[in-house]
Every structure is written in structure tokens, then in C-alpha cells.
């Protein structure tokens, strides 16, 4: 970790306003991640210095970028005057995201982690409607999310985006009949969740399922069906096309690592709060399909491979043909990459 040196990094806390009695001006903490994102992490940046909420302590970091991110957030914040006591620095080494988040979370030191990311935008409103919206619930809910605007890359907004309402799901039960769609980048966390299930297993590419089924088994999960992200097109988790098969297989690679990742956080989670067997019996398949791509790919030869493809039973067979044809001749899917090409190309 380095610290910014900045004089305007280590601010102090305002006073709490008179207004209002302390316990009802909780300090929360905005965790702003960010990770090769030098061309937009200014206006993110930006955005959370000007939350309206005080007490308010920013935590902006890093993830070992390999471009000028860093440089960008330390101008961003250089000279910042403001009444929020805001924090910059950087891992030396790539964490990911769950570790990341997770890393940030035991440094925060407010009763709810507003969740940030490098690409997008918080209305300076955000952290007010939240608070405002947790303390009318009496602090009882560990999760809130916002809804969303939907930002192209040039910074223009479009419709607002509406994540699944959460207010319904109640229970483990409610989360096993229909799990929802989810954009993390708007969630806003109590601490309690990381004092009752601990940081997050490395690993995972994305927190929002993870933290959303914490809530559900603890204080519970709310909507704020007010649009105060602004999501920018293009940012990370944007699917992305191939140019090769080996590009391809390696991101299967890689995302299926992410998603085995994600069932270990969630069956940990789930035997904390004491229904592991349930949990466990729900991920089986999604387990065995993520078990046999990793397997396969790691095979050593054809045998290998050939008896994978005949022995994994709790898997469809269209699948086990699919990955063993990536694994074993993966130049058969060549034409079908270099068509999509071509015909995007022809799109433009």
C-alpha cells in the first residue's frame, strides 16, 4: 500500500451539524475502487467529493493499475477543501475485486460502505437518500440498492436502469426461487455484514450476488427505487468480442475461475447462517458444470479429456461436447470468430 502523500487526503471530520442529534448522523464511508481506468476516474472522483451527506469519510483506491489511474485520482483530489475526510492509495499488487472491496471494508469506518466504481458517476444527493432511507427503516437493513442511468462513454445519460426490487425477498427461500438481477455499483452495505460473515474470498469478479444473499440472511435487503448512480457504458464487466479462439478460450478460462470463486464465497456464506446443506444442494449442478470446464481444460492429453467427456454424468451432454471440442480442437470454432468479425465490421 502507498498513501498520498496529499495534506488534503487526511482532512478531519467536520463537526456534526447541530441539527441533528448524533445518532442520527451516523459517518458512513464511500469505497471508491478503481483499476485502469485513467480517461474517467476524474468524474468519479469528482462525484463523491461532492456528497452532500456529512459525515462522510472517502477511502479512493487504486487496484494496481497499469496506467496513469493513480495520477489521475491524486489530481482529482489535490487541492480538495471540502468537508469530507477522504483517503487515497493503492495496492502494489493486483487484488480483485471481492478482495479489494473486502480490504477497503476493514479499513472503512462508517456504519454503511457505499460501494463506488472508478467508471461511473454518484449524485452528489446519493449518500443523503440512502442514510435518509436507513434511518427511516430504524438501521435495520444491511443492504440498499439504488436504481441506475444508463451513461454512454462519452458521459451522455440515457434511460434509468431498475435492478430487481429487493424489498420482496425476504429469506433463504425467496433468494432460492428466483435470484435477481443485480448492479453492485449502486449497493450500499452495514457493516454488520462483514462483522457476522468476515471479508470476501479472493477471487470473485463481482460482490453484488455475494452481499445481496449476506443481507438476505441477516438484517435484509432494500430498494431505493430513486436513480443516483449514473452507469457508464463500457467499464469492465462489458462483455467483450473475441478476435481469436485462443482469446476466447482464455476468457472461459478465466471467467469460469471468477464463477467457481463466486459458489465457494456463497456456500461459506450460507453455512454460516447455518443452511449450507440447502445451499449446497441448490449450486450442485452450477458446481458440476464449473468443475467439469475447469477440469477439462486442465486435462493433461486426449485420454484425459475423452474420458472426462464420457464420464461426467451430472453435466448435459451438449455442454461436455461443447468445452471438450474448446479444449481438444479448438481451431473448429476459428471460421465462426473470424464470420462475427467480419460482420460486425460490416455493421459499422
Known sequence: MIDSPHPATS??????????PERERPLVSVLLIAYNQERVITDAVRSVLAQTWTPLEI???????????????EAAVG??????RVTVRRNEVNQGISAHLSQLAQMAKGELLFVAAGDDVSLPSRCERVVEHWLAHERHPDLIATDLIDMDATGD???????????????????LA?????????????????????????????????????????????????PLVC???????????YRSVTEQIARMKRNNRYELAELAQLQHDADTAGVGARMREALAPALARKQFIQAMFD??????????LLRSDGVK???RIRIYLYAACPGIYAPGIWIKRIARRNRR
Do not use: C
Request: proline share 9%; no cysteine; charged share 20%.
Open 317 to 319: 451432454p451438449g455442454l
Open 157 to 175: 445519460v440515457h434511460a434509468p436502469i431498475a435492478p430487481t426490487e429487493l424489498d420482496g425477498y425476504r429469506n433463504f427461500d425467496d433468494w
Open 11 to 20: 482532512a478531519p471530520l467536520p463537526p456534526t451539524p447541530a441539527v441533528a
Open 231 to 241: 452507469r457508464r457504458r463500457g467499464g469492465l464487466s462489458q462483455k467483450r468480442s
Open 59 to 73: 477511502i479512493i483506491s487504486d487496484d494496481a493499475s497499469s496506467d496513469g489511474t493513480f495520477t489521475a485520482i
Open 299 to 308: 486435462a493433461m492429453g486426449g485420454a484425459e479429456r475423452l474420458a472426462l
Open 178 to 226: 428466483q435470484r435477481p438481477w443485480l448492479v453492485g455499483a449502486a449497493h450500499t452495505w452495514s457493516r454488520r455484514l462483514f462483522e457476522r460473515f468476515g471479508p470476501m474470498l479472493p477471487g470473485a469478479a463481482a460482490e453484488d450476488q455475494i452481499m445481496v444473499l449476506r443481507a438476505i440472511l441477516s438484517g435484509g435487503a432494500l430498494s431505493l427505487r430513486e
Open 79 to 84: 487541492g480538495y477543501g471540502g468537508p469530507h
